[in-house]
């Protein structure tokens, strides 16, 4: 499922939202522990993003820093 997911980078005070390819599942659950107000410590997860070409690269995102997963508006 396509999604775009906004997160925090450690390295700069603006988040960033990026297009992310995960399965619904994935994002379901994501998107019910983020509401949930979930502490993830240091867990991350590969989580595959769009790049400029279309083409998907998977990227290690720390789950702590990810403050939202929504479904793209059409």
Known sequence: MI???T???NDTD???TVT???PAT???E???LLAAGADFGDTVMWIPTRNDDGTYTPRLFR???I???EEPTR
């Open 3 to 5: 999604a775009n997911l």
């Open 7 to 9: 997160w925090q980078p």
């Open 14 to 16: 603006q988040p960033e």
């Open 20 to 22: 992310v390819d995960m």
């Open 26 to 28: 994935r994002l379901s």
């Open 30 to 32: 994501l998107q019910t």
């Open 63 to 65: 789950l702590a820093r």
């Open 67 to 69: 403050t939202a997963a």
